[in-house]
C-alpha cells in the first residue's frame, strides 16, 4: 500500500501460555535500531495484556548489538513496563549467547528480572518455578 511505513526487519508472534507471554521473534537484526524495536514491541505486547512474565524465543538472522551498545539498549528499555515482569531469553544461536547473557547481566544491574537460556524448556521452567 502507498505511503505505508516500511516493513519492519523482523516478525514477532505472540502466544498466551500458562505462565505468562510466549514471543517468537524472528526476521533479520544486526542494529541496535532493530533490537529496541522488536523489544519495544514486545514491551508494548506486555503493557497491553500484563502478563507475569514474558518468554522471548530469538530465532533471528543476524548478530545482537556490538557488546559497547548493550547497555545503551538496556537504559533504552528503562520505562517501558518490563521491569515488573519475569523476563526469559531463548537465544537459539549458541555462538551468540555470551553477548546476549552481558546484556541480561546489565539488566539484571539495571532492575530487570532477565534470564538467558539456551532452551526454551528451561526457561518455561524457570518461568513456572523460578524465583520472582
Known amino acids: 500500500m502507498a505511503g505505508s ?13 500458562d505462565y505468562g ?15 529496541l524495536a522488536y523489544w519495544r514491541r514486545i514491551a508494548e505486547e506486555v503493557r497491553r495484556v500484563r502478563p507475569p512474565g514474558v518468554l522471548v524465543v530469538d530465532d533471528m538472522d543476524g548478530e545482537p548489538p556490538p557488546p559497547e551498545q548493550l547497555l545503551t539498549f538496556v537504559l533504552s528499555m528503562k520505562g517501558e513496563g518490563m521491569e515488573d515482569v519475569h523476563i526469559a531469553c531463548v537465544e537459539r ?3 551468540q549467547i555470551p553477548q546476549v547473557e552481558l546484556a541480561g547481566l546489565m539488566a539484571y544491574e539495571h532492575g530487570f528480572n532477565a534470564r538467558i537460556f539456551d532452551r526454551e524448556e528451561a526457561a518455561v521452567v524457570w518461568m513456572r518455578y523460578g524465583e520472582r
Request: proline share 6%.
Open 5 to 17: 511505513p516500511a516493513a519492519n526487519p523482523f516478525d514477532i508472534v505472540f502466544t498466551q501460555m
Open 21 to 35: 507471554l510466549r514471543a517468537h521473534v524472528t526476521g533479520i537484526n544486526g542494529t541496535l535500531e532493530t533490537t
Open 93 to 95: 544461536d549458541a555462538a
